[in-house]
């Protein structure tokens, strides 16, 4: 069964930058289609970029041109590189496959504040 542990967020200033990570546990992680998701409270869990096993990407229109999702298949980990951090930006990253066929990991708070 994957293990998810997300890692890599903090307080940042807008305009400001992270890299998130995930580390999963299986050897499922290499061929299955992977995201990272947020989720804010009150709010639906959204799917902000997504990754292919072969390295095909796509992203969420608020997040486009400012994020960007990378993995490392030898390493079992997926990435996000996230630049130019508005305050709408804040909330919980997390990642699973595409869809969210794995029990969630904790998730990483991440908060764009002044």
């Known amino acids: 069964q994957v293990q998810l542990v997300e890692s890599g967020g903090a307080l940042v200033q807008p305009g400001g930058s992270l890299r998130l990570s995930c580390a999963a546990s299986?050897?499922?992680?290499?061929?299955?289609?992977m995201g990272w998701y947020r989720q804010v409270p009150g709010k639906q869990r959204e799917l902000v970029a997504g990754i292919t096993s072969r390295g095909y990407t796509n992203y969420a229109d608020s997040v486009k041109g400012r994020f960007t999702i990378s993995r490392d298949n030898a390493k079992n980990t997926v990435y996000l590189q996230m630049n130019s951090l508005r305050s709408e930006d804040t909330a919980v990253y997390s990642c699973n496959g595409r869809p969210a066929i794995f029990p969630w990991g904790q998730g990483t708070q991440v908060t764009v504040s002044s």
């Open positions: 299986g050897s499922i992680f290499s061929i299955a289609t």
